[in-house]
């Protein structure tokens, strides 16, 4: 099948590139390098089933040819990179689904949505299931993420209301893993870069907050079981093992050896307090569940960053 894949050259976008061309599609990438980049997809130059669109999806979509698939995975996604960008961020998750459904609708095409756990916002309910209609403030500086996202869950299911659009809805919780950014901003990468540099480890408040993290290959493996499955309704896919940050902090400074001391920085607005997938309709719709745990998961990411940073 020809997929098209927005924000292919991102984290997880250009992981999902090389699932679908390992699997023997052809994968059409599009992107605007706003958060990603070229590095990602400089193995893919010579694939014969991969071509790259320069291009920002918030304007309308040109893709010649079939198209079977389109997965929207075009967005901002980390916070500093989101409160950065607030306008690119509402705009690439309103309007760029608007041009993405269009064109999945146009070519007759199944379409993927990225969405996040960041709909649930800050929950009143614990772990979350998709059930759970979330605790946002629309007017606070994640709003623009998260009220794109929420838009854009809506806007996925209209057009299959509507329009008959073969749709499915992801909802992906924290994931971490090779490809992302050093400066990228997420806990994750922020702490295993400053433990690799001998820097302090930056905690936001006192790091009794929780995060729930999922390696990339596993979550890459719940979206494409996903996309041939034949559920429409959103779906979790995450690693239901919970830490909190301090714990993350201190796996971090173990795992690397290092006595670095922990920087406590102010915790940012409406951080969300809690976060845990409920994945019971993954297990039993996709027969998923993920199977890196953290620990091995961190080996795999602290050797990618120990290729990237500079010696
Ligand atoms: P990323 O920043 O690495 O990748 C996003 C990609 O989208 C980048 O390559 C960026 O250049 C591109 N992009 C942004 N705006 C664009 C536009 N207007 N036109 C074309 N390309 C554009 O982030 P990621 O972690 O790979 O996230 C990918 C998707 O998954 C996002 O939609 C994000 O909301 C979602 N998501 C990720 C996580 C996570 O933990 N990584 C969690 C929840 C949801
Ligand atoms: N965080 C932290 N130190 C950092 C970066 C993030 O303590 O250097 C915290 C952040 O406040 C949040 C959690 O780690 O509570 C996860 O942050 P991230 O940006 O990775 O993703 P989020 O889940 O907030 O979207």
């Known amino acids: 099948m020809r997929i098209v894949i927005t924000g292919a ?5 250009s992981h999902l590139t090389d699932r679908f061309l390992a699997e ?13 980049s070229r590095d990602n997809i400089a193995h893919l130059a010579d694939n014969p089933r991969f071509q790259f669109i320069a291009h920002d999806v918030s304007k309308y979509i040109t893709v010649d040819g079939p198209v079977g698939g389109v997965l929207h995975f075009a967005s901002p996604a980390s916070p500093i990179d989101y409160l950065q960008h607030p306008i690119p961020t509402l705009k690439v998750g309103s309007l760029g689904t608007h041009n993405a459904l269009g064109l999945a609708k146009a070519k007759g095409a199944r379409f993927l949505l990225a969405s996040t ?14 059930t759970y209609w979330g605790h946002v403030n629309p007017v606070g500086p994640r709003g623009v993420y998260d009220e794109a996202k929420r838009f854009a869950e809506a806007m996925t299911m209209a057009y299959h209301r509507v329009h008959g ?15 992302m950014r050093a400066h990228d901003g997420r806990v994750v990468s922020n702490l295993v870069v400053q433990a690799l540099l001998g820097r302090p480890l930056t905690i936001y408040g006192d790091g009794s907050q929780t995060r729930s993290f999922c390696y ?10 996903l996309f041939w499955s034949e559920r429409v309704d959103p779906t979790n896919i995450g690693n239901p093992v919970e830490f909190t940050v301090l714990e993350l902090a201190k796996l971090v400074r173990e795992m690397l050896h290092v006595t670095a001391p922990i920087q406590h920085d102010p915790l940012p607005v409406d951080d969300p307090k809690v976060r845990r997938p409920d994945i019971t309709i993954a297990r039993s719709v996709l027969g998923w569940e993920p199977v890196v745990d953290l620990r091995h998961g961190l080996e795999r990411t602290i050797a990618y960053f120990r290729t990237v940073l500079p010696k």
């Not at 050259?9 to 976008?13: D, E, I, N, R, V």
């Not at 023997?24 to 990603?36: A, I, P, Q, S």
């Not at 756990?117 to 998709?130: I, R």
């Not at 990339?216 to 079981?225: C, M, N, Q």
């Open 9 to 13: 050259a991102g984290f997880l976008g």
């Open 24 to 36: 023997g599609h052809e994968v059409v990438g599009v992107d605007n390098f706003l958060t990603g």
């Open 117 to 130: 756990s960041e709909v649930y916002g800050d929950p009143q309910v614990h772990p979350q299931p998709e």
């Open 165 to 179: 659009v073969p749709t499915r809805i992801v909802r992906i919780f924290n994931t971490y893993g090779p490809r």
């Open 216 to 225: 990339a290959s596993d979550l890459v493996d719940g979206i494409y079981r």
